[in-house]
């Protein structure tokens, strides 16, 4: 009879996975994260047979994560530029709140353990998100180039400025706003546009 797997012990690997590999690399050993999830490494295996398979399994995790930190409750409609700067501030809380989930989302996307069909489905998976900086891209620099190019772009000067934040949460605020505004300049949108006024009262209230 097939084995039941949970999805708390899932979940629960995938968390432990998290915060091993962000003190360890990808170098840490299965057996440590299986006993940060309370697991023996055989129990481990149930859920993820192979360390590749744990690695694309944690990296669609984070992306959900993420996607629903920067979609979830829906952005209202408005300027683009304001609605960008909403999902901006979402996804920079989101990394400081708990930096060794940005950080580990980093090293699996530079890594070459993803597979092809992972890689396509965290796309997919951030496509809410992602739409508003390709809006944004039909009139700048990055016009045409693939959309994958100008957000990780886009993703290095996020960590940057989560990076900042963590360090100071005081000056959040300040952080997140000369990151976005670094963002809009580099997509090509750091202009004066029709909306650019009411958008920069709106961010700095």
């Excluded at 481990?44 to 690695?55: M, Q, S």
């Excluded at 900042?164 to 809009?184: H, K, L, M, N, Y």
Aim: aromatic share 8%; proline share 6%; net charge negative.
């Amino acid at each position: 009879m097939p084995r039941t797997l949970s999805d708390q012990r899932r979940t629960a690997v995938l968390e432990a996975a998290t915060r091993a590999i962000a003190r360890d690399g990808l170098a840490a050993p299965t057996a440590s994260i299986a006993a940060e999830a309370g697991l023996s490494v055989g129990s481990l295996f149930n859920y993820f047979p192979t360390k590749k398979e744990l690695f694309n399994g944690l990296y669609l995790h984070l992306k959900h994560d993420l996607a629903a930190a920067v979609v979830e409750p829906p952005i209202p409609d408005g300027p683009l530029r304001e609605r960008a700067w909403e999902g901006w501030r979402r996804w920079i809380r989101w990394g400081a709140a708990d930096p060794d989930k940005q950080r580990v989302l980093m090293l699996l996307d530079a890594s070459h353990e993803l597979t092809d069909q992972t890689r396509r489905d965290g796309t997919a998976a951030m496509q809410g998100a992602d739409s508003l900086f390709a809006e944004a891209q039909a009139g700048g620099p990055f016009a045409d180039q693939p959309l994958e190019f100008l957000v990780a772009a886009v993703g290095a000067l996020a960590a940057t400025t989560m990076e900042a934040v963590s360090r100071e949460p005081e000056e959040f605020d300040s952080r997140c706003r000369a990151g976005f505004t670094a963002v809009w300049g580099a997509i090509g949108m750091g202009g004066q546009s029709p909306d650019t006024d009411t958008d920069d009262k709106r961010i700095r209230s």
